[in-house]
């Protein structure tokens, strides 16, 4: 059945029981799809009703999306959801082009039994609410929606009753830079620390004996204590250190805490995670280590940090890579920009240039991993994940 916007019809009547699948389908790069659980005010009661990439499951699982680049598939169990929620607001955003241009935007239910097309309703909104189902005296109901707001997410979150964290003030101007140092001698110098800037973006290492030995990357930030924002209640941030990676075969992967994909040290990839911290308090942070002794095997490898926890806001974190090789120089890049509407930052970029290793400050900010793999061309197959 073809619903109309604004249209309200019993689940029952259509044949779709509490069992059901929502499937939304999109044809614009960069759309973000989520789920909100509200309560009986239209408003985020528990963060853990929030399902979108990130969370991609509700705790007894009554809600459980699964996302592709083109289409994301919400399998719904009604009848376990916790009686304080009242009603799932079905969403699409996107942070520069208003969603109309995501033509073909269609929501199906259990196949054809319900579809709604969304984008022909729409105008200018950056953040839709396209379509929800919620409880009724008669049983569980659905209705076409199509509004938003032009505002994009941030407002799409204020209407939900949540807060985003204020943008921080601009730090001071810098002071005048000191008169410049007089040119090196020729002989090598051993720095002890070499710091990646936009004045000095990259350095190449080459090799001390038969190999660069234990490679550490390893990431420090400190958690903070986030505003309220997007999920509702105040929770400190959860910052991974986390790789893509390219072989000279082409085997192509990531390496981070979510998905459980730790890599591996003494085995291909030769590229291994040894923690998770959760909340920026341990004192040895994240540590990424990778064996030197097959780097000739390594053709590049990406290092991203991403907020898998808490509002973003980067300035906030103080977040600092450090990479350490024995015989070399410390090599760290400072996280000191940043977008508060981007979860993921691509940090470095480590490339095997003959032998020799160039490390290259990036320094950008995305949504997720997908577009900064994209980006740098590691293409790879996306699909939800989560560390529990």
Known sequence: MQMQKGEKRGLADLGIGSRCTVKVDFGLDGVDIAAFGLNGAKKIGDDRYVVLFSNPKTPEGAIEMMSTSDNAVFNLDLDRLPSSIDRIVFTATHDNQPISRARPLIVTVDGNKASFDVASSLSNEKAVMMIEIYRHSSGWKIGAIAAGFAGGLAALITHFGGEVADAPAPPPPPPPPPPPPPPPPSAPVNLRKITLEKSNPSVSLTKKGDSFGEIVLNLNWNAGSAKRGFFGGSKAVDLDLGVLFELQDGYRGVIQALGNQFGGFHSEPWIELSGDDRTGAVAAGETIRINGKYFDRIKRIAVFALIYDGVPNWQQTDGIVRMNIPGQPEIEVQMNEGRNDRRLCGIAL???????????????????????????????????????
């Not at 003959?354 to 793999?373: D, I, L, S, W």
């Open 350 to 388: 480590i490339d095997n240039v003959g032998g020799q290793m160039k490390v290259t400050r990036h320094m950008q900010y995305y949504q997720n991993q997908k577009p900064f793999a994209d980006d740098i061309g590691i293409f790879l197959r996306w699909t939800a994940g989560s560390k529990d």
